[in-house]
């Protein structure tokens, strides 16, 4: 059963995180996150489960609302993904549980994560980037 369809039969659905692109905030396998069923466009700053035209599922941060699609990257990430429009979407995380502990969305602590992450991106972009350079000059390397 895909999300989607399970969505389609259950108000929400739970499941394990698989990657990194949204660390610090999801720990791969070990947080999980609650997704509903969008109502309406999203927002800035929610973090929709969406299916790439590849077939991939993703869980990243929407960064700007557009007229007709979202500007949305993960966390960890500093590429920007641009085209993801509403037939796109499948969920909205609306929690997240943590060792036991839900969190949701709205709480303050969670809130202030986000405006961190996101009012601050140029900056998590550069570091990001700079972390990554030594692992492509290597790669780079082996190439040749």
């Known amino acids: 059963m895909t ?12 499941y ?18 609650i997704v509903k069923k969008p109502e309406g466009r999203l927002k800035k700053y929610d973090v929709p489960l969406y299916q790439r035209d590849n077939g991939q599922y993703v869980l990243h ?7 007709q699609d979202y500007v949305i990257c993960g966390d960890n990430r500093w590429q920007k993904e641009y085209g993801i429009t509403d037939r796109h979407i499948i969920g909205v995380m609306t ?4 060792d036991g502990k839900t969190i949701q ?16 991106f140029i900056l998590r ?7 990554a350079l030594p692992g492509r000059i290597r790669r780079k ?4």
């Open 125 to 131: 972009a550069i570091k990001l980037w700079c972390r």
């Open 16 to 33: 394990t995180v698989v990657g990194d692109s949204m660390m610090p905030l999801l720990r791969q396998q070990r947080d999980l996150v």
């Open 105 to 120: 969305v709205t709480d303050p602590e969670y809130l202030a994560y986000v405006h961190k992450q996101c009012d601050w």
């Open 3 to 14: 999300f989607a369809e399970y969505l389609k039969e259950h108000e929400e659905l739970v």
């Open 141 to 144: 390397i082996r190439r040749r």
């Open 61 to 67: 941060r929407i960064l700007k609302v557009r007229e």
């Open 95 to 98: 929690g997240i549980i943590r």
